[in-house]
């Protein structure tokens, strides 16, 4: 099996499925009861808290365990919205959002809030000056990815930081579920409020995340039931999950700069190896996220081109897993100016640092015979 869909999830490692199941087993009670072991769960609960901190570089209190990015996401937009609404409705997004952040952000059109959804260029990369021009009175918040979870274009965080700054009343989230142990991201006086993250997409597992909320931030919560999670996401908390995030977490930032560089080589190998293929058109910027490479084949259908190569034991996708059943263009590019055909014909490689250059040359390998079969039938 050659596995390059890790954009969508990857593969847990094995010390995640061992400190899940440690836990499952030795610490199953609910950390709010009140006996023995309960209290040794919300020991181990807090510890796990204390060291995703330190492995963020934020304040423990600034630490929130959700169930991954589509969670976060909405806690985080409609979270603020709710509490903030009385003074502004205005929201600026942009265009190329992953569904969690788009469509919350559409959602809350029928109560009355206005979105500005804010164009890319052809690399797809929203304009800092566009952010800043966006702003008005009633703006409440600002929201934008990291990396896009399709074509791996890298947002000028830093720069739109630096914008929310000097708006204090205005909030900046950051969705970074594809950035996290790829690409590093500063929390800490970055001008960020409001961070995600998820565990399914650094080889931890699925129903686990992290919503960074910065001290003195104040969300509407979701959830009400509990207090749990500083009251913003009441529940019992999934404590094997949450440990086994972290322990997730830990591995990947130990991990990280070895990773960029290895992924990194991968990307280069594939797009010198893919500029050479008939049909092939590349979609990703040259300065894209490392581990992200898009790719269409403008006449050939992609769900045809992935069943032939998933014949072959090789995975590989097409847009965010969230929508790649849908049978349309991709929204992010089109957003970026593409033809409709060229939207319609998207593919994504995606890779992690269990792949290979060994594993990349059968798949090119197999892509290549893949064309020239389809083109017969053209």
Partial sequence: MIYLDNSATTKPHPDVLASFQQVSDKFF???????????????????????????????????????????GNNIAIKGIALEHQNRGKHIITTEIEHPSVYEACESLKQLGFDITFLPVNQDGVVSVEDVRNAIRKDTILISVMHINNEIGSIQPIQEIG????????????????QGLGKIPLQLNNSGIDLCTMSGHKIHGLKGTGIL????????????????????IRSGTENVAGVVAMVKALRIIKKRELDEIN?????????????????????????????????????????????HMLGEEGIYISTKSACSSKLADESRIIAACGFSKERATSA???????????????VFLDKLRKGIDQLKEIL
């Fill in 162 to 177: 630096e914008i929310a700054k000097a708006h204090p009343k205005i909030f900046f989230h950051v969705d970074y579920v």
């Fill in 29 to 71: 009670a609910n950390p709010s009861s009140i006996h023995q072991l309960g209290g040794q769960t919300e020991k181990l609960l807090l510890k796990a808290k204390q060291q995703a901190a330190e492995l963020l570089k934020v304040k423990e209190e600034e630490v929130i365990f959700t169930s991954g990015g589509t969670e």
């Fill in 347 to 361: 593919l994504r490689v995606s890779l992690s640092y269990d792949n290979t250059i060994e594993e990349i040359d």
């Fill in 212 to 231: 960074y909320i910065k001290s003195g931030t104040k969300l509407f919560p979701l959830f009400h039931g509990g207090e749990q999670e500083r009251k």
């Fill in 262 to 306: 290895h992924v990194h080589s991968l990307n280069k190998y594939l797009r010198d190896n893919l500029s050479d293929f008939p049909l092939v058109e590349i979609n990703s910027p040259s300065n894209n996220a490392p581990h992200i490479m898009n790719f269409s084949l403008p006449g050939i259908k992609p769900e045809v081109m992935i």
